[in-house]
Protein backbone atom coordinates (compact mmCIF):
# COMPACT_ATOMS: atom_id res chain seq x y z
CA UNK A 1 0.00 0.00 0.00
CA UNK A 2 1.45 3.58 -0.65
CA UNK A 3 1.30 6.03 1.84
CA UNK A 4 1.19 8.76 -0.84
CA UNK A 5 -0.78 10.09 -3.88
CA UNK A 6 2.41 10.80 -5.33
CA UNK A 7 3.48 7.32 -5.74
CA UNK A 8 0.74 6.32 -7.84
CA UNK A 9 0.76 7.49 -11.70
CA UNK A 10 0.53 11.20 -12.64
CA UNK A 11 -2.17 13.45 -12.95
CA UNK A 12 -3.08 14.75 -16.05
CA UNK A 13 -1.27 18.08 -15.96
CA UNK A 14 -3.13 20.87 -18.34
CA UNK A 15 -6.86 20.95 -17.67
CA UNK A 16 -9.39 22.66 -20.15
CA UNK A 17 -11.70 25.31 -17.96
CA UNK A 18 -15.34 23.73 -17.95
CA UNK A 19 -17.18 26.24 -19.85
CA UNK A 20 -14.84 25.46 -22.88
CA UNK A 21 -16.50 21.82 -22.74
CA UNK A 22 -19.77 21.57 -24.88
CA UNK A 23 -21.47 19.17 -22.12
CA UNK A 24 -20.96 21.16 -19.42
CA UNK A 25 -22.64 23.97 -21.26
CA UNK A 26 -25.81 21.71 -22.16
CA UNK A 27 -26.00 19.98 -18.60
CA UNK A 28 -26.07 23.71 -17.17
CA UNK A 29 -28.21 25.21 -20.07
CA UNK A 30 -30.58 26.53 -17.20
CA UNK A 31 -27.32 28.66 -15.53
CA UNK A 32 -24.17 27.52 -13.25
CA UNK A 33 -23.76 27.02 -9.35
CA UNK A 34 -21.93 29.75 -8.38
CA UNK A 35 -22.88 29.42 -4.69
CA UNK A 36 -21.56 27.43 -1.85
CA UNK A 37 -24.44 25.75 -1.52
CA UNK A 38 -26.86 23.77 -4.18
CA UNK A 39 -29.65 26.33 -5.78
CA UNK A 40 -32.37 23.24 -5.94
CA UNK A 41 -34.57 25.10 -8.47
CA UNK A 42 -31.71 25.73 -10.56
CA UNK A 43 -31.00 22.44 -10.52
CA UNK A 44 -34.22 21.04 -11.18
CA UNK A 45 -34.18 23.07 -14.61
CA UNK A 46 -31.07 21.74 -15.45
CA UNK A 47 -32.12 18.44 -14.83
CA UNK A 48 -34.88 18.79 -17.24
CA UNK A 49 -33.43 20.20 -19.82
CA UNK A 50 -30.80 17.79 -19.57
CA UNK A 51 -33.00 15.03 -19.76
CA UNK A 52 -34.96 16.44 -22.59
CA UNK A 53 -31.94 16.27 -24.77
CA UNK A 54 -30.70 12.42 -23.40
CA UNK A 55 -34.15 11.00 -24.66
CA UNK A 56 -35.47 9.65 -22.07
CA UNK A 57 -37.94 7.01 -23.23
CA UNK A 58 -40.22 5.31 -21.06
CA UNK A 59 -39.84 1.72 -21.29
CA UNK A 60 -36.10 1.85 -22.23
CA UNK A 61 -34.34 -0.82 -19.91
CA UNK A 62 -32.43 2.05 -18.41
CA UNK A 63 -35.03 3.96 -17.30
CA UNK A 64 -37.22 0.67 -16.20
CA UNK A 65 -34.09 0.03 -14.15
CA UNK A 66 -33.70 3.04 -12.69
CA UNK A 67 -37.55 2.85 -12.21
CA UNK A 68 -36.81 0.11 -9.91
CA UNK A 69 -34.36 1.54 -7.68
CA UNK A 70 -36.95 4.58 -7.12
CA UNK A 71 -35.49 7.29 -9.25
CA UNK A 72 -37.85 9.19 -12.12
CA UNK A 73 -36.45 11.93 -14.32
CA UNK A 74 -38.44 14.34 -15.20
CA UNK A 75 -38.08 16.17 -18.62
CA UNK A 76 -41.62 16.90 -19.23
CA UNK A 77 -41.79 20.23 -17.31
CA UNK A 78 -40.30 22.62 -19.77
CA UNK A 79 -43.09 23.25 -22.29
CA UNK A 80 -42.46 24.12 -25.54
CA UNK A 81 -38.92 23.48 -25.50
CA UNK A 82 -37.84 21.60 -28.49
CA UNK A 83 -34.81 20.25 -29.65
CA UNK A 84 -33.89 23.55 -32.02
CA UNK A 85 -35.04 25.50 -28.85
CA UNK A 86 -32.03 23.46 -26.82
CA UNK A 87 -29.42 24.01 -29.79
CA UNK A 88 -30.27 28.15 -29.70
CA UNK A 89 -29.81 27.57 -25.66
CA UNK A 90 -26.72 26.08 -25.88
CA UNK A 91 -25.18 28.51 -28.52
CA UNK A 92 -26.74 31.56 -26.47
CA UNK A 93 -24.92 29.90 -23.21
CA UNK A 94 -21.71 29.40 -25.01
CA UNK A 95 -21.43 32.99 -26.44
CA UNK A 96 -22.66 34.37 -22.68
CA UNK A 97 -19.57 32.42 -21.29
CA UNK A 98 -16.83 32.36 -23.66
CA UNK A 99 -17.43 35.48 -26.04
CA UNK A 100 -18.84 36.05 -29.37
CA UNK A 101 -15.41 35.52 -30.38
CA UNK A 102 -14.77 32.07 -29.49
CA UNK A 103 -17.11 30.11 -32.20
CA UNK A 104 -19.30 27.91 -30.50
CA UNK A 105 -18.38 23.69 -31.51
CA UNK A 106 -20.67 21.48 -32.83
CA UNK A 107 -23.48 20.54 -30.22
CA UNK A 108 -22.92 17.29 -29.25
CA UNK A 109 -25.13 14.53 -30.29
CA UNK A 110 -27.54 12.58 -27.62
CA UNK A 111 -25.50 9.32 -28.40
CA UNK A 112 -21.96 10.35 -28.39
CA UNK A 113 -19.95 9.60 -24.86
CA UNK A 114 -20.05 12.12 -22.58
CA UNK A 115 -16.65 13.45 -22.38
CA UNK A 116 -15.65 15.88 -19.34
CA UNK A 117 -12.14 14.13 -19.08
CA UNK A 118 -9.51 16.74 -18.40
CA UNK A 119 -12.24 19.42 -17.39
CA UNK A 120 -11.51 21.84 -14.45
CA UNK A 121 -14.81 22.87 -12.77
CA UNK A 122 -14.58 26.03 -10.88
CA UNK A 123 -18.08 25.56 -9.78
CA UNK A 124 -19.90 23.44 -7.62
CA UNK A 125 -20.52 20.52 -9.89
CA UNK A 126 -24.01 19.04 -9.36
CA UNK A 127 -26.14 16.80 -11.82
CA UNK A 128 -28.41 15.67 -9.33
CA UNK A 129 -31.13 13.66 -11.47
CA UNK A 130 -30.21 13.21 -14.99
CA UNK A 131 -30.10 10.50 -16.96
CA UNK A 132 -27.06 9.72 -18.68
CA UNK A 133 -27.22 7.19 -21.83
CA UNK A 134 -24.10 6.69 -23.00
CA UNK A 135 -20.52 6.18 -21.43
CA UNK A 136 -19.97 9.21 -19.12
CA UNK A 137 -16.18 9.79 -19.24
CA UNK A 138 -14.56 11.96 -16.07
CA UNK A 139 -10.94 10.79 -16.54
CA UNK A 140 -8.68 13.53 -15.42
CA UNK A 141 -10.71 15.74 -14.18
CA UNK A 142 -11.19 18.22 -11.34
CA UNK A 143 -13.85 19.71 -9.12
CA UNK A 144 -12.58 22.81 -7.24
CA UNK A 145 -16.35 22.62 -5.00
CA UNK A 146 -17.29 19.60 -5.00
CA UNK A 147 -19.16 17.05 -7.52
CA UNK A 148 -22.93 16.13 -6.90
CA UNK A 149 -24.30 12.83 -8.90
CA UNK A 150 -27.41 12.05 -6.44
CA UNK A 151 -30.30 10.49 -7.70
CA UNK A 152 -28.75 9.83 -11.32
CA UNK A 153 -28.97 7.21 -13.75
CA UNK A 154 -25.98 5.36 -16.00
CA UNK A 155 -26.71 3.30 -18.52
CA UNK A 156 -22.96 3.01 -19.82
CA UNK A 157 -19.54 2.87 -18.28
CA UNK A 158 -18.74 5.52 -15.95
CA UNK A 159 -14.99 6.25 -15.46
CA UNK A 160 -13.36 8.17 -12.81
CA UNK A 161 -9.76 7.48 -13.12
CA UNK A 162 -7.51 10.03 -12.33
CA UNK A 163 -10.47 12.62 -11.60
CA UNK A 164 -9.59 14.67 -8.17
CA UNK A 165 -12.56 16.29 -6.30
CA UNK A 166 -12.27 18.70 -3.40
CA UNK A 167 -15.38 18.67 -1.28
CA UNK A 168 -18.23 16.87 -1.89
CA UNK A 169 -18.28 13.42 -3.84
CA UNK A 170 -21.81 12.47 -3.47
CA UNK A 171 -23.34 9.27 -5.54
CA UNK A 172 -26.16 9.04 -2.98
CA UNK A 173 -29.14 6.55 -4.47
CA UNK A 174 -27.72 6.25 -7.84
CA UNK A 175 -28.46 3.47 -10.83
CA UNK A 176 -25.39 2.22 -12.78
CA UNK A 177 -26.46 -0.12 -15.34
CA UNK A 178 -23.01 -1.05 -16.78
CA UNK A 179 -19.29 -0.63 -15.13
CA UNK A 180 -17.77 1.89 -12.49
CA UNK A 181 -14.10 2.82 -12.58
CA UNK A 182 -12.07 4.70 -10.61
CA UNK A 183 -8.18 4.38 -10.46
CA UNK A 184 -6.15 6.92 -8.96
CA UNK A 185 -9.28 8.78 -8.36
CA UNK A 186 -8.65 11.52 -4.90
CA UNK A 187 -11.25 12.58 -2.95
CA UNK A 188 -10.54 15.63 -0.97
CA UNK A 189 -13.79 16.21 1.37
CA UNK A 190 -16.49 13.29 2.37
CA UNK A 191 -17.43 10.75 0.24
CA UNK A 192 -21.01 9.34 -0.22
CA UNK A 193 -21.89 5.91 -2.59
CA UNK A 194 -25.19 4.94 0.06
CA UNK A 195 -27.99 3.65 -1.57
CA UNK A 196 -26.47 3.49 -5.05
CA UNK A 197 -26.72 0.28 -7.37
CA UNK A 198 -24.57 -1.12 -9.51
CA UNK A 199 -25.33 -3.24 -11.88
CA UNK A 200 -21.47 -4.28 -13.61
CA UNK A 201 -18.75 -4.01 -12.01
CA UNK A 202 -17.45 -1.42 -9.08
CA UNK A 203 -13.50 -1.18 -9.75
CA UNK A 204 -11.80 1.50 -7.59
CA UNK A 205 -8.13 1.07 -7.13
CA UNK A 206 -5.45 3.94 -6.07
CA UNK A 207 -8.31 5.58 -4.30
CA UNK A 208 -7.74 7.96 -1.68
CA UNK A 209 -10.23 9.62 1.06
CA UNK A 210 -9.37 12.51 3.10
CA UNK A 211 -13.05 12.64 4.97
CA UNK A 212 -15.88 10.67 5.49
CA UNK A 213 -17.13 7.71 3.25
CA UNK A 214 -20.49 6.79 3.33
CA UNK A 215 -21.57 3.38 1.31
CA UNK A 216 -24.62 2.01 3.29
CA UNK A 217 -27.19 -0.47 1.53
CA UNK A 218 -24.78 -0.19 -1.96
CA UNK A 219 -25.64 -3.05 -4.22
CA UNK A 220 -23.38 -4.18 -6.66
CA UNK A 221 -24.22 -6.79 -9.17
CA UNK A 222 -21.01 -7.52 -11.06
CA UNK A 223 -17.11 -8.11 -9.32
CA UNK A 224 -16.29 -5.38 -6.23
CA UNK A 225 -12.61 -3.96 -6.52
CA UNK A 226 -11.81 -1.87 -3.53
CA UNK A 227 -7.75 -2.39 -3.89
CA UNK A 228 -4.75 -0.02 -2.98
CA UNK A 229 -7.18 2.17 -1.53
CA UNK A 230 -6.92 4.47 1.32
CA UNK A 231 -9.78 6.04 3.97
CA UNK A 232 -8.61 8.65 6.34
CA UNK A 233 -11.53 8.93 8.87
CA UNK A 234 -15.00 6.59 8.89
CA UNK A 235 -16.19 4.37 6.12
CA UNK A 236 -19.50 2.85 6.48
CA UNK A 237 -20.67 -0.53 4.13
CA UNK A 238 -23.79 -1.38 6.62
CA UNK A 239 -25.91 -3.20 5.00
CA UNK A 240 -24.63 -3.82 1.27
CA UNK A 241 -24.85 -6.14 -0.80
CA UNK A 242 -21.85 -7.75 -2.99
CA UNK A 243 -23.41 -10.50 -5.48
CA UNK A 244 -20.38 -11.44 -7.00
CA UNK A 245 -16.77 -11.84 -6.03
CA UNK A 246 -15.72 -8.79 -3.06
CA UNK A 247 -12.18 -7.89 -3.56
CA UNK A 248 -10.78 -5.97 -0.61
CA UNK A 249 -6.86 -6.22 -0.45
CA UNK A 250 -4.18 -4.02 0.53
CA UNK A 251 -6.25 -1.09 1.66
CA UNK A 252 -5.96 0.67 4.57
CA UNK A 253 -8.62 2.05 6.70
CA UNK A 254 -7.13 4.86 8.96
CA UNK A 255 -10.26 5.05 11.03
CA UNK A 256 -13.48 2.96 11.81
CA UNK A 257 -14.82 0.69 9.40
CA UNK A 258 -18.14 -1.01 8.96
CA UNK A 259 -19.43 -3.95 7.22
CA UNK A 260 -22.24 -4.85 9.83
CA UNK A 261 -25.05 -6.42 7.79
CA UNK A 262 -23.47 -7.14 4.54
CA UNK A 263 -24.14 -9.81 2.60
CA UNK A 264 -20.87 -11.60 0.46
CA UNK A 265 -22.82 -13.99 -1.94
CA UNK A 266 -19.15 -15.08 -3.65
CA UNK A 267 -15.96 -15.05 -2.55
CA UNK A 268 -14.47 -12.14 -0.85
CA UNK A 269 -11.05 -11.18 0.24
CA UNK A 270 -9.42 -8.49 2.65
CA UNK A 271 -6.25 -9.97 2.80
CA UNK A 272 -3.40 -7.89 3.99
CA UNK A 273 -5.68 -5.10 4.82
CA UNK A 274 -4.81 -3.03 7.67
CA UNK A 275 -7.76 -1.41 9.94
CA UNK A 276 -6.66 1.19 12.33
CA UNK A 277 -9.41 1.40 14.50
CA UNK A 278 -12.77 -0.63 14.81
CA UNK A 279 -13.72 -3.05 12.22
CA UNK A 280 -16.96 -4.60 12.39
CA UNK A 281 -18.28 -7.16 10.82
CA UNK A 282 -21.31 -8.05 12.85
CA UNK A 283 -24.17 -9.92 11.16
CA UNK A 284 -22.81 -10.39 7.77
CA UNK A 285 -23.30 -13.70 5.62
CA UNK A 286 -20.28 -14.65 4.05
CA UNK A 287 -21.89 -17.19 1.34
CA UNK A 288 -18.26 -17.82 -0.60
CA UNK A 289 -14.79 -18.26 0.90
CA UNK A 290 -14.00 -15.46 3.03
CA UNK A 291 -10.25 -14.55 3.59
CA UNK A 292 -8.72 -12.61 5.62
CA UNK A 293 -5.09 -13.68 5.28
CA UNK A 294 -2.37 -11.38 6.32
CA UNK A 295 -4.90 -8.42 7.78
CA UNK A 296 -4.05 -6.20 10.51
CA UNK A 297 -6.62 -5.33 12.86
CA UNK A 298 -4.75 -2.78 15.29
CA UNK A 299 -7.88 -2.62 17.48
CA UNK A 300 -11.68 -3.86 17.77
CA UNK A 301 -12.21 -6.18 15.67
CA UNK A 302 -16.44 -7.75 15.59
CA UNK A 303 -17.18 -10.83 14.04
CA UNK A 304 -20.33 -11.73 16.34
CA UNK A 305 -23.33 -13.11 14.58
CA UNK A 306 -21.41 -13.29 11.39
CA UNK A 307 -21.79 -16.33 8.98
CA UNK A 308 -19.42 -18.04 7.45
CA UNK A 309 -21.23 -20.32 5.19
CA UNK A 310 -17.86 -21.62 3.56
CA UNK A 311 -14.13 -21.86 4.03
CA UNK A 312 -12.92 -18.41 6.89
CA UNK A 313 -8.95 -17.93 6.58
CA UNK A 314 -7.73 -16.26 8.93
CA UNK A 315 -4.33 -17.39 8.42
CA UNK A 316 -1.11 -15.27 9.49
CA UNK A 317 -3.51 -11.77 10.05
CA UNK A 318 -2.48 -9.82 13.30
CA UNK A 319 -4.98 -8.93 15.93
CA UNK A 320 -3.38 -6.61 18.43
CA UNK A 321 -6.97 -5.45 20.16
CA UNK A 322 -5.53 -1.99 21.16
CA UNK A 323 -7.55 1.47 21.51
CA UNK A 324 -6.23 4.65 23.20
CA UNK A 325 -8.62 6.85 24.65
CA UNK A 326 -7.08 10.17 26.87
CA UNK A 327 -3.61 8.53 26.13
CA UNK A 328 -4.93 5.45 28.28
CA UNK A 329 -4.20 1.94 25.88
CA UNK A 330 -6.67 -0.56 26.95
CA UNK A 331 -7.56 -3.92 24.97
CA UNK A 332 -9.78 -4.26 22.60
CA UNK A 333 -10.77 -8.50 22.17
CA UNK A 334 -11.56 -9.60 18.78
CA UNK A 335 -15.34 -10.98 19.05
CA UNK A 336 -16.81 -13.61 17.50
CA UNK A 337 -19.14 -14.15 19.69
CA UNK A 338 -22.17 -16.37 18.53
CA UNK A 339 -20.01 -16.64 14.98
CA UNK A 340 -21.59 -18.91 13.03
CA UNK A 341 -18.63 -20.94 11.02
CA UNK A 342 -20.15 -23.39 8.83
CA UNK A 343 -17.35 -24.33 6.70
CA UNK A 344 -13.21 -24.84 7.63
CA UNK A 345 -11.86 -21.97 9.48
CA UNK A 346 -8.51 -21.29 9.77
CA UNK A 347 -6.87 -19.11 12.19
CA UNK A 348 -2.60 -20.45 11.73
CA UNK A 349 0.05 -18.54 12.26
CA UNK A 350 -2.96 -15.25 12.96
CA UNK A 351 -1.82 -13.57 16.06
CA UNK A 352 -3.57 -12.12 18.75
CA UNK A 353 -0.69 -9.66 20.42
CA UNK A 354 -2.92 -8.20 23.69
CA UNK A 355 -6.04 -9.97 23.96
CA UNK A 356 -7.36 -13.25 23.76
CA UNK A 357 -10.53 -13.36 21.48
CA UNK A 358 -14.01 -13.82 22.44
CA UNK A 359 -15.59 -17.12 20.94
CA UNK A 360 -18.85 -17.91 23.58
CA UNK A 361 -21.69 -19.46 21.57
CA UNK A 362 -19.83 -19.56 18.80
CA UNK A 363 -20.31 -22.72 16.17
CA UNK A 364 -16.73 -23.82 15.18
CA UNK A 365 -16.14 -26.89 13.10
CA UNK A 366 -13.92 -29.72 14.61
CA UNK A 367 -11.17 -28.93 12.11
CA UNK A 368 -10.89 -25.52 12.95
CA UNK A 369 -7.01 -24.51 12.66
CA UNK A 370 -5.38 -22.88 15.33
CA UNK A 371 -1.63 -21.82 15.83
CA UNK A 372 -0.03 -23.22 19.10
CA UNK A 373 2.88 -20.79 19.15
CA UNK A 374 3.49 -18.73 21.67
CA UNK A 375 4.69 -15.88 20.08
CA UNK A 376 1.17 -15.54 18.22
CA UNK A 377 -0.36 -15.52 22.10
CA UNK A 378 -0.17 -12.49 24.34
CA UNK A 379 1.34 -13.12 27.43
CA UNK A 380 0.42 -10.18 29.79
CA UNK A 381 -3.66 -8.68 28.63
CA UNK A 382 -5.29 -6.28 29.83
CA UNK A 383 -8.63 -8.39 29.58
CA UNK A 384 -11.01 -9.98 32.18
CA UNK A 385 -9.17 -13.29 33.09
CA UNK A 386 -12.65 -15.36 32.56
CA UNK A 387 -12.85 -14.18 28.67
CA UNK A 388 -9.61 -15.49 28.57
CA UNK A 389 -9.79 -18.80 29.92
CA UNK A 390 -12.86 -19.63 27.92
CA UNK A 391 -11.35 -19.33 24.70
CA UNK A 392 -8.27 -21.15 26.05
CA UNK A 393 -10.66 -23.60 26.80
CA UNK A 394 -12.83 -23.81 23.16
CA UNK A 395 -9.88 -23.80 21.81
CA UNK A 396 -8.11 -26.26 23.42
CA UNK A 397 -11.92 -28.80 23.26
CA UNK A 398 -11.44 -28.24 19.59
CA UNK A 399 -7.67 -29.11 19.14
CA UNK A 400 -8.29 -32.27 21.72
CA UNK A 401 -10.53 -33.64 18.90
CA UNK A 402 -7.87 -33.41 16.38
CA UNK A 403 -6.05 -35.33 18.24
CA UNK A 404 -3.15 -32.83 18.67
CA UNK A 405 -2.18 -33.31 22.20
CA UNK A 406 0.80 -31.00 22.20
CA UNK A 407 -1.31 -28.39 20.80
CA UNK A 408 -4.14 -29.24 23.16
CA UNK A 409 -1.73 -28.99 26.14
CA UNK A 410 -0.57 -25.38 25.15
CA UNK A 411 -3.88 -24.46 25.33
CA UNK A 412 -4.67 -26.14 28.79
CA UNK A 413 -2.06 -24.56 30.43
CA UNK A 414 -2.93 -21.25 29.03
CA UNK A 415 -6.40 -22.00 30.55
CA UNK A 416 -4.84 -23.58 33.69
CA UNK A 417 -2.95 -20.08 34.15
CA UNK A 418 -5.80 -18.05 33.83
CA UNK A 419 -8.07 -20.22 36.17
CA UNK A 420 -5.07 -19.02 38.69
CA UNK A 421 -5.95 -15.49 38.48
CA UNK A 422 -9.94 -15.78 39.18
CA UNK A 423 -11.04 -16.09 43.04
CA UNK A 424 -9.72 -15.74 46.47
CA UNK A 425 -6.26 -16.83 46.88
CA UNK A 426 -6.80 -19.85 48.56
CA UNK A 427 -8.90 -21.10 45.19
CA UNK A 428 -6.09 -19.24 43.27
CA UNK A 429 -3.19 -21.22 45.21
CA UNK A 430 -3.74 -25.28 43.90
CA UNK A 431 -3.70 -23.97 39.65
CA UNK A 432 -0.32 -21.39 40.77
CA UNK A 433 1.55 -24.44 42.83
CA UNK A 434 0.64 -26.22 39.92
CA UNK A 435 1.71 -24.07 36.98
CA UNK A 436 5.23 -23.13 39.29
CA UNK A 437 6.32 -26.35 40.26
CA UNK A 438 5.37 -28.46 36.36
CA UNK A 439 4.17 -25.94 33.89
CA UNK A 440 0.61 -27.36 34.37
CA UNK A 441 2.29 -30.92 33.77
CA UNK A 442 4.52 -29.89 30.75
CA UNK A 443 7.72 -29.03 31.89
CA UNK A 444 9.98 -32.69 33.06
CA UNK A 445 13.01 -30.21 34.23
CA UNK A 446 10.93 -28.64 37.12
CA UNK A 447 9.70 -31.79 39.26
CA UNK A 448 12.79 -33.13 38.11
CA UNK A 449 14.70 -30.17 39.91
CA UNK A 450 12.03 -30.51 42.69
CA UNK A 451 13.04 -33.90 43.29
CA UNK A 452 16.73 -33.24 43.60
CA UNK A 453 16.48 -30.52 45.46
CA UNK A 454 14.32 -32.66 47.99
CA UNK A 455 16.82 -35.26 48.15
CA UNK A 456 20.24 -32.95 48.28
CA UNK A 457 19.14 -30.65 51.00
CA UNK A 458 17.64 -32.98 54.06
CA UNK A 459 20.62 -35.43 53.12
CA UNK A 460 23.23 -31.98 53.90
CA UNK A 461 20.72 -32.07 57.15
CA UNK A 462 21.38 -35.74 57.74
CA UNK A 463 24.88 -34.91 57.14
CA UNK A 464 24.89 -32.86 59.72
CA UNK A 465 23.04 -34.21 62.82
CA UNK A 466 24.31 -37.39 62.19
CA UNK A 467 28.42 -35.39 62.51
CA UNK A 468 27.07 -33.82 65.60
CA UNK A 469 25.78 -37.01 67.43
CA UNK A 470 28.92 -38.81 66.22
CA UNK A 471 31.13 -36.00 68.10
CA UNK A 472 28.77 -35.63 70.67
CA UNK A 473 27.67 -39.30 71.71
CA UNK A 474 30.25 -41.48 69.77
CA UNK A 475 27.77 -42.73 67.20
CA UNK A 476 29.21 -43.74 63.94
CA UNK A 477 27.07 -43.24 60.37
CA UNK A 478 28.63 -44.13 57.23
CA UNK A 479 29.76 -41.76 54.81
CA UNK A 480 27.29 -42.39 52.30
CA UNK A 481 24.37 -43.11 54.80
CA UNK A 482 22.84 -39.47 55.00
CA UNK A 483 22.90 -39.56 50.89
CA UNK A 484 20.72 -42.94 51.02
CA UNK A 485 18.89 -42.07 53.85
CA UNK A 486 16.88 -38.91 51.84
CA UNK A 487 17.20 -40.68 48.65
CA UNK A 488 14.81 -43.96 50.67
CA UNK A 489 12.70 -41.20 51.99
CA UNK A 490 12.14 -39.64 48.92
CA UNK A 491 11.35 -42.99 46.73
CA UNK A 492 9.54 -44.79 49.68
CA UNK A 493 7.30 -45.46 47.01
CA UNK A 494 9.53 -48.12 45.71
CA UNK A 495 10.03 -49.62 48.99
CA UNK A 496 13.82 -48.63 49.73
CA UNK A 497 13.78 -47.01 52.71
CA UNK A 498 12.12 -50.56 54.17
CA UNK A 499 14.90 -52.59 52.46
CA UNK A 500 17.89 -50.99 53.30
CA UNK A 501 16.85 -48.54 57.06
CA UNK A 502 14.28 -50.86 58.30
CA UNK A 503 10.96 -49.59 60.53
CA UNK A 504 13.39 -49.65 63.69
CA UNK A 505 16.16 -47.66 62.28
CA UNK A 506 13.24 -45.47 61.69
CA UNK A 507 11.90 -44.93 64.65
CA UNK A 508 15.40 -44.43 66.79
CA UNK A 509 15.90 -41.21 64.72
CA UNK A 510 15.10 -37.95 66.19
CA UNK A 511 11.53 -36.77 66.22
CA UNK A 512 12.42 -33.89 64.20
CA UNK A 513 14.01 -36.02 61.67
CA UNK A 514 11.21 -38.35 61.01
CA UNK A 515 9.05 -35.24 60.46
CA UNK A 516 11.36 -34.45 57.77
CA UNK A 517 11.34 -37.89 56.03
CA UNK A 518 7.58 -37.73 56.16
CA UNK A 519 7.97 -34.30 54.46
CA UNK A 520 10.42 -36.14 51.85
CA UNK A 521 8.09 -38.89 50.90
CA UNK A 522 4.83 -36.83 50.60
CA UNK A 523 6.50 -34.40 48.43
CA UNK A 524 8.22 -37.25 46.53
CA UNK A 525 5.21 -39.10 45.48
CA UNK A 526 3.51 -35.41 44.47
CA UNK A 527 7.22 -34.37 42.39
CA UNK A 528 7.42 -38.04 40.91
CA UNK A 529 3.97 -37.37 39.74
CA UNK A 530 4.51 -34.41 38.20
CA UNK A 531 7.67 -35.86 36.68
CA UNK A 532 5.23 -38.51 35.45
CA UNK A 533 3.38 -36.19 33.65
CA UNK A 534 5.71 -34.16 31.89
CA UNK A 535 7.18 -37.84 30.65
CA UNK A 536 3.52 -38.72 29.66
CA UNK A 537 2.69 -35.34 27.61
CA UNK A 538 6.40 -35.10 26.37
CA UNK A 539 6.21 -38.25 24.33
CA UNK A 540 2.56 -38.55 24.08
CA UNK A 541 2.14 -41.78 26.42
CA UNK A 542 -0.92 -43.16 26.83
Not at 474 to 491: A, I, T
Request: aromatic share 14%.
Amino acid sequence: MRDDATDAPARQPKLKPANENPWYVLMTLAGEQEGSEIDDELQKRNAKLWNLYSRVVPGSSGVERAKKHGLVFESDGTRGVTSRKIHDGFLREWNKRNGPDTPAPTMPRPEEQVNLSGTDFENLFSVNNMYFNTELNLKGARFQKGALFIECGFVRTVDLSDAEISGRADFENSCFSADVYAENLNIVGNFDFGGAAVDGNLNMTWVLVSGPACMEKLVVKGDTVFERCRFCQSCDFYGSKFEGSASFNTNVFTESVSFAGSDFSDRSSFSMTEFFETADFSGSDFFGVATFRGASFSSEAKFSTATFHDRADFGEAVFRGRSKKDAVESASPTRFAATDFKGPVDFSYAKFTSSYPDFSGAVMPEKAAFSARSKHWPDAIKQGSEQAKDCCAIVRHILSKQGLPEDEHFFFRREMHFAGQIGSWWQRFPYRAFGLLSDYGHSIARPAIALFALWLVPALVYMAVFAWEGALHGKEHGMFEPFGLSFSNVFRIFGFQRTHFGADYVRDLHNALEGLAAVQTIFGFVFLFLLGLGLRQRFRLR
